[in-house]
Nanobody, 121 residues
Framework: QVRLVESGGSLVQPGGSLRLSCAASGTSLRFSTMGWYRQAPGKQRELVAQITSGGGITNYANYADFVKGRFTVSGDTAKNTVYLQMNNLKPEDTALYYC???????????WGQGTQVTVSS
């Protein structure tokens, strides 16, 4: 059974930093993409950042516009790990952050349980 386990969420003051971690276990599946979504209360889940491998590309990172320059995604799809370094956090970054992993062969997404990030003074 595939499990994605996130950690690192916390309460932080505006301008602070956090690092989220996610590791997948219980599988020999090859993930082509791993990354992070977030969902704030009353809002839809939105993509934050992801890494993608395949077609000669390894762990290519891309970001939502609202986090460019502040967040950095890293990890290794071959090792089933993904991280999110979040700097200069803003109150609007407050959300439940979900790790996900996508299998190209089956077009199926696996999800973690989420880790809460709260940015408040």
């Amino acid at each position: 059974q595939v499990r994605l386990v996130e950690s690192g969420g916390s309460l932080v003051q505006p301008g602070g930093s956090l690092r989220l971690s996610c590791a997948a276990s219980g599988t020999s599946l090859r993930f082509s993409t791993m990354g992070w979504y977030r969902q704030a209360p009353g809002k839809q889940r939105e993509l934050v950042a992801q890494i993608t491998s395949g077609g000669g590309i390894t762990n290519y990172a891309n970001y939502a516009d609202f986090v460019k320059g502040r967040f950095t995604v890293s990890g290794d799809t071959a090792k089933n790990t993904v991280y999110l370094q979040m700097n200069n956090l803003k109150p609007e970054d407050t959300a439940l952050y979900y790790c996900y992993a996508f299998v190209q062969a089956t077009h199926y997404n696996y999800w973690g349980q989420g880790t809460q990030v709260t940015v408040s003074s």
